[in-house]
């Protein structure tokens, strides 16, 4: 871009800054540079045109430009352009988008840079199109009206002068130059132009007048006949008006009377009436004159013979009454009578065609008359309306199947009125509110509301005022005081102006939906009582179950470690670990019921945390590789290498899936056998596989296998144990998470469990530990390492209310140096916790049960934690109630963990590990 175009185009941002009024300009307002380029365009020549300013802008304004005036408009531009100045009134033919030819009159300005250099111009052209087509029109006249002794003018629709013959000086004492294109306003006295104008106007509405005025100059009174001017289309383009001086005319009253002057005068003027003679032969619709009493076609123009199926020969000369059909004739008649009287009538009649077919017609009837008001003739402008008929019946028909309908809604329609009357009903809605239409059509739409709706409408109203549609509910009363409840849909009615001319409102009746919605939250409160008394039972339940198995599992427990001192017969150990198995089967049996409640009633979610995959597998392994290695299988795993790094994703579930999966896997495979753990990563779906070589499934078996209580066999119960509940969790749970699991299996081949679940990468890097995950050691105590080193020392204060439990977690701590000090209840724990710390043996850690009597673990740990000198102690809750809830709200409390019973040693020695051992 050069530096003049650089300059132009910031000319040109603050040109158009200063023509932003002139945006919506009807007139094409452009500037160009010095080479013709369009470089600005207002939206104008959308309609002038038809082109968009995009496909013009950027381009020459010379291919838009006639053929033939191209050389002569580039001639006079250089001129301009070498002179350094603009142009005035320049006609220009462009060339529409469609093909057709428009006159412009252009106007241009020169702009100049800062050094005074041209660099362009600024423009505006106007359509003189319609203009240059009554000039055009006017010619064909002109020759036929210079000898007339009459005046005759042409104006346009603005009232200016376009034609004038010889006469006009004589009549108005003016030269006819000095009103070329200007109003005629000058001509008349204040008197005469109201008159004048009123008359004008009448006339471009289509009417044809006969008048009298006189001229303020010459005072000479005229007789006007004032009739519509047309162009070749029908379209008011203008009004021909004929001044006779009236006095001039009774001198010569004989003379004008004579029609053979007139046919003279016509034949004079053979060319120009030619002209109006290929308007009459080519019109699109048919043009009838007719003569006589009764009536006689004196001349009809092709489209008649064409629309009635008549030859030229068989019209002329027919009766009129020939096409009308007998029933209208009377009708007819009295519309030319009208058009006698008022010189213009338009109708709509039926007509019937050569061949008998009947049609229907509109007709424009003009009355001719001479200069004494006697018809000459009738003119008769026919056009067949039979296409515009036929859609007027069609959209009858579509508003008879739109009432239809509307009618038959099983919604209720209402139009309303700017003041809230209903001014229209369908049936539907009368049903609804039980009153006939009479009864509401009138009123207003409050009338047959509650109080509470009333409010809620003219609020709604305010909203419909300024144009927003809104939907809400409203209650109307019927007229027995039933009350409809209804969801209303209010659109509103807005005018030309943008003013609120009313609403229309859909209205649904959901009397019924209401009633299922409120017997629906009766059944809902009524479900949630019973799942709420369901939890209760359950939580009852467990507690009773397990605080009484806690006592036989954790006593066996204290047997079989003596029974390794002890030389007892090998039946009696055989006895004991029955009675282990059976109290450790049943305590897995209740756990998994409980689990299998929390799951189905919908109240256990996906928990997702950060963590590290490969952490949680290692420990897993740890956990069952020693459980492995007591029964001769060995266990191994694998984990893809692309999954090292952290991902969120729900770590308990997960865990408790793979701890029932890899279970069951070490269950059911037989020593010298192997159990695999393989973990995969496919985009974003984990696959962990447990793969046996055990006793298989059969196949018949396996679409049962994750239904609760179902097993392969019923004697594998008996065999190995289970409750045929551990696979119908572990499915659940992965549904939960948004995954499933798969089996493959062969009968005493070994089975492949496979769990797909989705996950994600972790947001953010999280620390790795240097110790992975654990899990209790399944035989923490008769494992060789010594776990009561860390506990030496140390004083545990349990608060217990059951004495079969207090004697049980003294026996488990027998020999293992910690001073046990017992409470029956949370008000006895608090005054023993206070009394030690007198005494200066502060507990080192609290065992709190929950349900006492007199005050529970809850209550006391909340006062714990509210005193100084107890609030820094750990409290581990040992409790039967194993709901999530239950711990939970022990957490949220302040109590530091949560323990279920049966007591485990295992799990019990971790946590007071957790809390007790010492940093070296």
Same mark, same amino acid.
């Given at each position: ?63 838009? $430009? ?58 505006? +052209? ?25 005046? !005759? ?51 471009? /509405? ?38 006779? +001086?009236? $006095?001039? /005319? ?10 053979? /002057? ?115 003739? /009738? ?29 038959? $809604? ?73 009350? !409809? ?436």
């Amino acid at each position: 871009m050069d530096k003049t175009t650089e300059q132009l185009a910031q000319e040109l941002k603050e040109f158009k800054q200063r023509l932003q009024l002139l945006e919506t300009s009807t007139d094409w307002i452009w500037s160009i540079d010095l080479a013709g380029n369009i470089i600005y365009s207002n939206p104008a020549i959308v309609g002038l045109l038809g082109y968009e300013v995009e496909e013009v802008v950027g381009g020459s304004s010379f291919p838009f $430009m006639h053929p033939d005036d191209q050389s002569l408009i580039l001639e006079m531009y250089q001129k301009a352009v070498s002179r350094k100045e603009g142009w005035s009134n320049w006609e220009i033919r462009w060339l529409h988008k469609n093909g057709s030819v428009r006159f412009f009159e252009s106007t241009a300005q020169p702009v100049f840079d800062e050094d005074g250099n041209l660099t362009g111009y600024n423009g505006i +052209d106007r359509d003189i199109t319609q203009r240059k087509q009554a000039e055009k029109e006017l010619l064909q006249y002109k020759a036929l009206i210079t000898q007339l002794n009459d005046l !005759v003018y042409i104006c346009d629709t603005q009232g200016n002068i376009l034609l004038v013959n010889d006469v006009f000086e004589e009549f108005t004492g003016r030269a006819p130059k000095e009103f070329y294109g200007k109003s005629f306003v000058p001509l008349f006295d204040e008197e005469n132009l109201q008159k004048a104008m009123d008359l004008y106007n009448r006339t471009l /509405h289509g009417e044809s007048l006969r008048f009298e005025l006189a001229f303020k100059d010459t005072g000479i009174l005229c007789e006007y006949k004032s009739i519509p001017f047309r162009d070749n289309k029908g379209n008011i383009i203008g009004v021909i008006g004929i001044a006779r +001086d009236i $006095m001039r /005319h009774k001198k010569n009253e004989e003379e004008l009377d004579n029609y053979k /002057h007139l046919e003279d005068l016509v034949s004079q003027r053979t060319e120009e009436l030619q002209k109006w003679k290929n308007v009459f032969d080519h019109a699109e619709w048919g043009i009838a004159i007719s003569t006589g009493s009764p009536a006689f076609f004196g001349k009809v123009n092709p489209q008649m013979t064409k629309m009635y199926g008549y030859s030229q020969e068989e019209m002329m000369g027919m009766a009129v009454s020939n096409i009308f059909l007998p029933e209208d004739q009377k009708k007819v008649a009295e519309y030319a009578q009208k058009s006698i009287k008022e010189g213009n009538c338009t109708f709509e009649t039926r007509q019937q065609r050569k061949n008998g077919s009947v049609f229907p017609v509109l007709i424009n009837l003009t009355a001719v008359k001479d200069n004494r008001g006697n018809l000459l003739y /009738h003119v008769a402008s026919i056009q067949d309306i039979t296409e515009l008929k036929e859609a007027e019946n069609r959209i009858k028909e579509s508003d008879f199947r739109y009432q239809r309908l509307v009618e038959s $809604m099983s919604e209720g329609l209402c139009v309303i009125n700017q003041h809230s009357e209903i001014t229209y009903v369908n049936p539907r809605l009368c049903e609804m509110f039980d009153r006939s239409e009479n009864e509401i059509v009138g009123y207003p739409v409050t009338d047959f509301m509650n109080d509470a709706s009333r409010d809620r409408f003219l609020e709604e109203m305010k909203k419909r005022r300024v144009g927003k549609a809104t939907t809400y509910e409203l209650t109307y009363v019927q007229q027995g005081g039933n009350e !409809v409840f209804t969801l209303t849909s209010g659109t509103p009615i807005m005018g030309d102006n943008n003013q609120h001319q009313g609403s229309f409102a859909v209205i649904t009746d959901v009397t019924k939906l209401k009633k299922t919605e409120y017997e629906l939250a009766i059944a809902k409160e009524q479900a949630e009582s019973a799942s709420l008394a369901k939890t209760k039972f359950l939580t009852n339940m467990s507690h009773e179950i397990r605080t009484p198995l806690g006592a036989i599992i954790g006593f066996n427990q204290i047997l079989l470690n003596k029974s390794k001192e002890l030389s007892l017969p090998e039946e009696y150990k055989k006895y004991q670990k029955n009675i282990h198995n059976s109290a450790n089967l049943l305590n897995e049996l209740i756990n998994n019921i409980l689990d299998l409640s929390k799951i189905e009633s919908g109240k256990l979610e996906a928990i997702e945390e950060d963590f590290y995959l490969d952490n949680l597998i290692k420990g897993l392994f740890e956990t069952y590789d020693y459980q492995a290695r007591q029964k001769g299988v060995h266990f191994s795993y694998h984990i893809d290498p692309n999954i090292l790094s952290p991902i969120r994703a729900d770590k308990n579930k997960i865990s408790e899936i793979l701890i029932n999966l890899i279970g069951n896997a070490i269950k059911f495979t037989p020593a010298g056998k192997e159990v695999k753990l393989k973990v995969v990563r496919d985009n974003s779906i984990l696959a962990f596989m447990v793969i046996d070589h055990g006793i298989g499934i059969p196949k018949d078996r396996q679409s049962i296998i994750f239904d609760a209580f179902e097993q392969v066999d019923r004697s594998i119960a008996y065999r190995y144990g289970g409750t045929g509940l551990g696979l119908a969790i572990s499915q659940k749970l992965a549904t939960i998470m948004g995954g499933k699991i798969n089996v493959v299996s062969e009968e005493g081949r070994g089975s492949n469990f496979c769990v797909l679940l989705p996950y994600q990468e972790a947001a953010e890097s999280i620390p790795r530990d240097t110790a992975y995950t654990t899990f209790p050691p399944l035989s923490f105590i008769d494992s060789d390492a010594s776990p009561s080193s860390f506990l030496t020392g140390t004083t545990i204060l349990v608060v217990e209310d059951n004495l079969m439990n207090q004697e049980l977690i003294a026996a488990l701590f027998v020999n293992l140096g910690v001073q046990l000090h017992f409470a029956n209840n949370g008000k006895e724990g608090i005054e023993k916790a206070l009394a030690l710390q007198e005494e200066g043996t502060l507990p080192d850690l609290i065992l709190m049960d929950i349900q006492m009597p007199i005050m529970d673990g809850i209550e006391a740990t909340q006062h714990i934690r509210s005193d100084p000198e107890l609030k820094n102690i750990p409290v581990v809750a040992l409790s039967a109630d194993a709901f999530a809830e239950q711990q939970a709200q022990a957490l949220s409390i302040g109590m530091n963990d949560y323990l279920t019973k049966p007591i485990e040693m295992d799990n019990l020695l971790l946590v007071l590990q957790k809390y007790l051992q010492k940093e070296s």
